[in-house]
C-alpha cells in the first residue's frame, strides 16, 4: 500500500524517485569495487588516495558552478548536463589506467567513490521534488526518497558483489570484472540522462524566466540572496560532518575489512547491502521523530550514538562483532539525511533552493575530498587503518553540538505553525 505522502507526488515526483534510485545504484555498485579496480591497475594506496580527494574536488567545482545556476538555467537541462558527465566519467575509468587521464576525468567528471551523491543531482532533485509538493508532507516524502536512495545503493553494492563473483567464476580476471561494473556506471548514465529529459516545468522554480531586479556580485555568483547567512553558516558546519565522513567512504570502509579480515569484494557486496538497507528504513522513522520532537533535534539526537558506534567498530576483536557494530550503526546513522535536507528547503527562500542545496552540497564535497588523502597515507600503514574511524567519529560529535547551538532556535515554517496550535 502506498502511504499518504507519498500519493500525492505528481508524475515529476516518481519521476525524481526513479532517478535517484538509478543513480544511486550505480554509485554503490561502483563504490565497491573501484579501490580493488584502481589495486588492480596498478594504483598505489597513496595515489588512490589522492585520485579520489582530487575526484571529488573535481564534482565540487562541478556542482557549484551547475547548482548556483540552475534555477535560472533549467533544472532539467542542468541534470542532463550531470548524468552526461556521470556517463563520461564511468567510460574513461573503463579504458585506461593511466593516472594522469583517470586524474582528468575523475575531476571533471561525475563518479562516486563513497556509495553517496555526487555531483548537482541531489541538490537540483531536492528543489525540484519541494516544487511539486506540499510543505506539511516534505520532511516524510524525503525520508521516503532517502529510503529509495539507500536501497538502491544496497541493491548495487549487492549486484556489483554478486557480479564479480559470477564472473571470476567464469574464468574472467579480477581486473576485468571490476571493469564490467564501471562500464555499467557509464551505461546508467547515459539512462539517467534520459529520464531527466522527460521532466515538465512544474520542476522548475515559478520565478524562472522572471526579470529580476539588480543584484550583488555574490547572489549573481551564487544564487543566494535573503538565504544568505543561514546557508553560509550551515555549509560551515556540513563541511565539518563531510570531512569527518571523507575518513571513511564507502571504498574505503571496504578495503578496511579487506584488510583487517581479508573479506572479499562478493561479501562486502553483501555486508554494505544490508548497511544500506538499515540506513534507508532508519529514514523512516526520522520523519515520525521529525514531527514530535522538531528537525534539529531529531538530526541531534539520533547521529550522536551513531558516532560513538563508529568509534567502535575497529575496536572489535573478531569480523563477526565488526560487522554487528557496523550494522548498528547504519541503522541509526541516516535520520539526519531527510531531516538536514528537509530543514534546508524549509529555512531559504523558495526561488534560492537548488542554489541553497548546491552551495551546502559542496561544502559537503569539499569536506569529504579532503579526507582521503589522508586516509590513503593511513591505509599503507598496517599499524594505523583504525585511525579514521576514530577521527571521524570524534569529527562528527562535534559537528553535532555545535548544529544545535547554532541552529536549535531556527524553526522551520511549519514547525512555527505547530507551535501556535495551528493545523
Known amino acids: 500500500m502506498i502511504p499518504a505522502s507519498l500519493r500525492r507526488l505528481t ?5 525524481l524517485f526513479a532517478t535517484r534510485f538509478i543513480r544511486l545504484f550505480a554509485y554503490g555498485s561502483v563504490s565497491v569495487v573501484l579501490v580493488f579496480y584502481l589495486v588492480g591497475a596498478g594504483l598505489s594506496e597513496p595515489r588512490i588516495g589522492t585520485l579520489l580527494a582530487l575526484t571529488l574536488a573535481g564534482d565540487t567545482l562541478v556542482s557549484l558552478y551547475l547548482t548556483t545556476r540552475a534555477d535560472r538555467l533549467g533544472r532539467g537541462r542542468v541534470l542532463i548536463a550531470g548524468a552526461l558527465l556521470m556517463a ?24 562516486s567513490p563513497s556509495g553517496n551523491e555526487v555531483g548537482p543531482f541531489l541538490s537540483v532533485e531536492q528543489a525540484a521534488l519541494s516544487s511539486v509538493i506540499p510543505d506539511r508532507v516534505r520532511t516524510e516524502v524525503f525520508a521516503w526518497y532517502t529510503l529509495a536512495g539507500s536501497v538502491a545503493t544496497a541493491m548495487g553494492a549487492l549486484a556489483a ?62 544564487g543566494l540572496g535573503r ?61 515520525t521523530l521529525a514531527a514530535r520532537f522538531g528537525l534539529i533535534r531529531t538530526m541531534v539526537a539520533t547521529h550522536l550514538p551513531s558516532n560513538i558506534l563508529l568509534i567502535l567498530v575497529p575496536l572489535m576483536p573478531t569480523l563477526p562483532l565488526a560487522i554487528g557494530v557496523l550494522l548498528a550503526r547504519f541503522s541509526i546513522s541516516q535520520m539526519d539525511v531527510p531531516t ?11 526561488e534560492e533552493r537548488s542554489a541553497a542545496a548546491g552551495i551546502t552540497g559542496v561544502a559537503r564535497t569539499i569536506g569529504a575530498a579532503v579526507s582521503p588523502l589522508f586516509v590513503g597515507v593511513m591505509f599503507a600503514r598496517p599499524s594505523w587503518i583504525n585511525v579514521p574511524f576514530f577521527i571521524a567519529g570524534t569529527l562528527k560529535i562535534v ?25
Not at 571496504?254 to 572479499?264: E, Q, S
Not at 538536514?340 to 523558495?350: D, E, G, H, I, T
Request: hydrophobic share 55%; proline share 5%.
Open 11 to 15: 508524475r515529476d515526483g516518481w519521476l
Open 340 to 350: 538536514r535536507q528537509s530543514y534546508l528547503m524549509a529555512v531559504v527562500s523558495p
Open 161 to 222: 558483489g554478486v557480479a564479480t563473483r559470477v564472473l571470476q567464476s567464469g574464468a574472467m580476471a579480477r581486473g576485468d570484472s571490476y571493469r564490467v561494473i564501471v562500464i555499467a556506471y557509464a551505461a546508467l548514465g547515459v539512462l539517467l540522462a534520459a529520464l531527466f529529459s522527460r521532466l515538465s516545468p512544474a520542476a522548475e522554480p515559478a520565478t524562472r524566466g522572471e526579470r529580476q531586479p539588480p543584484q550583488s556580485a555574490f547572489a549573481n555568483l551564487s
Open 88 to 111: 563520461a566519467a564511468g567510460i574513461a575509468f573503463a579504458s585506461t589506467s593511466r593516472f594522469w587521464l583517470l586524474l582528468v576525468a575523475g575531476t571533471i567528471g561525475v563518479i
Open 227 to 287: 538565504s544568505k547567512d543561514v546557508v553560509l553558516k550551515l555549509s560551515a558546519l556540513f563541511a565539518i560532518d563531510a570531512f569527518a565522513g571523507g575518513f571513511v567512504i564507502q571504498s574505503f570502509a571496504a578495503y578496511w575489512f579487506y584488510l583487517r579480515f581479508g573479506v572479499d569484494p562478493g561479501t562486502l557486496g553483501v555486508i554494505f547491502f544490508w548497511a544500506n538497507i538499515l540506513a534507508g528504513i532508519s529514514a523512516l522513522l526520522a520523519s
Open 399 to 423: 559537528y553535532d553540538l555545535l548544529l544545535y547551538r547554532a541552529f536549535v532556535g531556527v524553526r522551520p515554517p511549519e514547525e512555527e505553525l505547530k507551535a501556535r496550535g495551528q493545523p
